[in-house]
């Protein structure tokens, strides 16, 4: 699907009457809720400080996929290609969020965000964004993070790596260095499963087609059409490896493994090679002491998961949280956890969700967990 | 403590109540959703529209109706803001949506009191340690003597007026509970112990002021004193308003207090029995459990702090039962008997004594000791979720 086919973007709502409703009279009026409670009541995108968006079309490529268009408010501050950001989705009246890499050209950053949001069967949200969002539907912004960007000014040689759903965030370094009239030479290399899954196959082709500096290739690794998998044979014969090249791999961590032995053995530059993953982390059954880390992000310290409750934990790391009652009921102890699971123990419930504020004094790791601590 | 209204429950039995209510608590988790979610987000817009058409009105205000209109409207809202979102919110009864406008930790309200504040000296320190004398602050807020057990001082002759100013600017009183005055006074701590709680005060409500008091009436042109008339009626209503329910939610007779050796090894099961017997409900119709943040059903609210308090409604009949069940009072009743109660109880404790025969409690409220029913008040309230 090429470009030309994403529906055209209005200009944003409210630009002009932003500076005056984030004015400090207007906060002292509208205080202490502040004036994005009010506006989100007459509609819920045109807030002037949380960052929102709306959906503008849902689309299928591919059978386990859907893609977003949405059109972010004026406090969406845009990203560079290959970061991600934070997306919640309001399924059941509980706001979950997740991590998603624009697809689209950072130039239109502003304007426009394109995710592609890969199904999995049991998936909350990507079932929910598949099946049940429409356009209209209210999309929570985090700001744009990360370090997966290329560099300025350009690579002049440069090879595009990704499995399945990781093909999003080299997507945009694609669309953006077409957008820029980029002449390096650039390779696309994508991974998947089968023929079906092959994300922005048409677009890619299309753009290959027209910007000759770049060559493209789709390969399947499972089923009858299954071509090799990546090694330093295969890339060698796409890509030719030298000082001066670099790549950007993004997809599943066997992948990731597969590329960075590749670029080693042709003689990659380490540095050149930029690589992102995602990857599910097993958690500890209830009643047993999870194994892994609990990092604290503010305190920049890191512990390996001890027996014990959160609080317990922070306090034995040195660290004195905030707390009150220490049995679950004042939630004084109430801590965001950034990622990963935590057990409630007067629950028993697990918490895998990003973002989630979790109760140190009655919540144990069941994995490797970050708290904002 | 007070022998007429605490019956005696074997460990075993206090262990079993805790798991009762701890199963109770686990089915009410389990079944918030999108329900309670659009439960809270209605009263939010309906304050929200309160506010913008009482603030409207009161630029009208030279006009009568405008504003009597205004200031009713205004004085809703405040009550809303601060009752059923406000202090519900702050219990992290909605933290579970992740929703940022619903986080307890982020929420301010629209009162002098800083919600940090108010997250400690009424989450923490009221809640985990109701009705124990000398823990729960919010026995007299540091200024009434409210129990037997606080000795009396000459000064206490002045109670009912004391009772009375705290009304009238219970906001002030709330916003400036933390700074503990009564331990500065004793000695305990020194003002500057406090200066990061002052800092935070002024802050919070010099903008408080501005807000009411000087920018809107300025803006109103020749209309400011109508203005300035209305925001004062509203902000006064507020005051008096949550002051009344407040006051009903543990000062009310027949309410059992606590001593610092009983809770010493308290277990959860024990720390369920002292809610239940530390707190009063009131009766009333749907729109008055709304206008009183559900603090109407203080006796579930206490069990539950966490729990929604449009959900309390819901399960007070199965509180009440539990309750029948071991034998505990289920103290409730209107609005004008439980407060026309606590104001007997704070003009009788200007005076020292009377004492009982042994030098203990007095005897308790003999209308309620004649009353042979276990439960005399009509059962709770149906379902209390708005009409979608």
Known sequence: MSAAVVPPIPPPPHRLGARLLRSSLVDLLLGPHGVDRYLELVRPVATVTEARAEVIDVRRQTPRSA???????????????????????????????????????????????????????????SRHVRDALAPGALVHLGPAQGEFVLSRPRPRRLVLISGGSGVTPVMAMLRTLCAEGHDGEIVFLHYARAREDWLYEPEVRELARRHRHLRASYRSTRGPGAGPRLSADSL????????????????????????????????????????????????????????GTVSFLRSGRRVPIAGGTLLEQAEAAGLSPEFGCRMGICHTCTCRKAEGAVRN????????????????????????????L | ??????????????????????????????????????????????????????????????????????????????????????????????????????????????????????????????????????????????????????????????????????????????????????????????????????????????????????VFPALAGPGAPFVLAGNLTANLTRNLWSYMIIFCGHFPAGVAEFSEEEVEGETRGGWYLRQMLGSANLTGSRLFHILSGNLSHQIEHHLFPDIPAHRYAEIATEVRAICERYGLPYNTGPLHRQFGSVVRKICRLALPGPRGRDGRRPEPDPERAADPRPFPETAAEPNLALAA
């Open chain 1, 236 to 291: 060698a014969a796409d890509f030719g490896v030298s000082d001066d090249s670099w790549a950007a791999v993004c997809g599943p961590p066997a992948l990731l493994e597969a590329a960075r032995t590749a670029w080693r053995e042709l003689g990659g530059v380490r540095e050149r090679l930029l690589a992102e993953t995602f990857t599910p982390a097993p958690l500890a059954d209830p009643g047993a002491v999870a194994q």
């Open chain 2, 1 to 214: 403590m007070d022998t007429h209204t605490r019956p005696e429950l074997t460990d075993e039995q206090i262990a079993a109540l805790g798991d009762e209510l701890d199963e109770l608590r686990g089915r009410l988790i389990m079944d918030l959703g999108q329900r309670d979610t659009d439960y809270i987000r209605r009263i939010i817009k309906l304050q929200r529209a309160l506010e913008v058409t009482g603030r409207g009105l009161l630029f009208a205000g030279f006009l009568p109706p405008a504003w009597v209109g205004g200031t009713a409207a205004l004085a809703l809202s405040k009550i809303l803001d601060n009752m059923e979102i406000g202090h519900n919110v702050m219990h992290g009864q909605y933290d579970w949506t992740k929703d940022p406008a619903l986080d307890s930790k982020r929420f301010e309200w629209d009162t002098a009191c800083p919600g940090d504040q108010w997250r400690h000296s009424h989450n923490y320190m009221h809640h985990t340690h109701t009705n124990v004398l000398g823990r729960d602050r919010d026995i007299g807020y540091g200024v009434l003597r409210m129990s037997e057990d606080q000795p009396w001082r000459p000064r206490d002759l002045g109670n009912p007026v004391y009772a009375a100013l705290l009304a009238a600017f219970f906001q002030w009183g709330v916003a400036v509970h933390d700074l503990e005055v009564e331990r500065i006074e004793a000695g305990e701590i020194e003002w500057s112990d406090k200066r990061d709680i002052l800092a935070a005060i002024w802050r919070k409500g010099r903008r408080q002021v501005l807000k009411d008091y000087v």
């Open chain 1, 345 to 372: 123990l007067r629950t028993g419930v697990l918490s895998t969700e990003q973002d989630e504020d979790i109760q140190l004094c009655v919540s144990a790791p069941a994995g490797d967990v970050a708290l904002e």
């Open chain 1, 67 to 125: 893609t977003l268009t949405l059109r972010p408010n004026s406090a969406w501050t845009g990203f560079q290609a290959g970061q991600f950001v934070r997306a919640g989705f309001e399924i059941g009246g509980v706001r979950r969020t997740r991590t998603y890499s624009p697809a689209g050209a950072e130039q239109d950053g502003h304007e426009c965000l394109e995710l592609t949001v890969t199904v999995h069967p049991e998936g909350l949200v």
